[in-house]
C-alpha cells in the first residue's frame, strides 16, 4: 500500500468528518433506514393546551406585578402556538444532507416544524412525540390597591 501524502491525509479526514453531525458523532450511513414517527393533534388537545398556557402566562403576570408593587389590568396582546416539542431533534440527528432530503420530503424549512399546519408532531421515537404551547400575553398596569 502506497502512504498518503499529508494532503491526501487531510482530505481524507475532512471527508470523514462530512459524514459527521455536528457533535462530531458518526452519521448513519447512506442507505441506512431512518424513521420519523407522527402523530395527529386533535383541535381538542390543541385548545387544551393553549389554555393551558394562557393561565400560566397570567399566573406568572400577576406574580410579576405584585412583584413590581402594581396589579394586573385588562389584556393588550396575545399570541400563541403549538408545535413540535421534537421538531429541532428530527433533524439535529441528521446529517446536512439527510435534512436536506428530508425537508423537501416532509414539506418543511429547517426552521419550520415539519406538520405544524396539518395538526401533527414528528418526533425520532414514539415516545418523544410531544406539542407544546407557547403563549405570550401583555397585559396594562394598574395602581395596587391601597
Do not use: C, H, W
Not at 37 to 50: C, G, L, N, R, W
Amino acid at each position: 500500500a502506497q502512504e498518503r501524502t499529508p494532503e491526501e491525509e487531510e482530505l481524507a479526514e475532512e471527508t470523514i468528518m462530512l459524514g459527521s453531525d455536528s457533535f462530531g458523532e458518526e452519521a448513519p450511513k447512506p442507505g441506512t433506514p431512518q424513521f420519523v414517527f407522527v402523530a395527529s393533534i386533535t383541535a381538542e388537545q390543541k385548545q387544551k393546551a393553549m389554555s393551558e398556557a394562557f393561565t400560566e402566562a397570567k399566573e406568572q403576570a400577576e406574580a410579576l406585578a405584585v412583584a413590581a408593587g402594581t396589579k394586573l389590568g385588562p389584556l393588550v396582546g396575545l399570541n400563541g402556538n403549538v408545535n413540535s416539542q421534537a421538531a429541532n431533534m428530527v433533524y439535529d440527528s441528521f446529517s446536512y444532507q439527510q435534512q436536506q432530503y428530508l425537508q423537501r420530503l416532509m414539506g418543511s424549512s429547517r426552521y419550520g416544524v415539519p406538520g405544524d399546519e396539518k395538526g401533527e408532531v414528528t418526533a425520532m421515537t414514539p415516545e418523544a412525540l410531544r406539542f407544546t404551547a407557547v403563549v405570550m400575553a401583555s397585559f396594562a398596569l394598574q395602581p395596587a390597591d391601597r
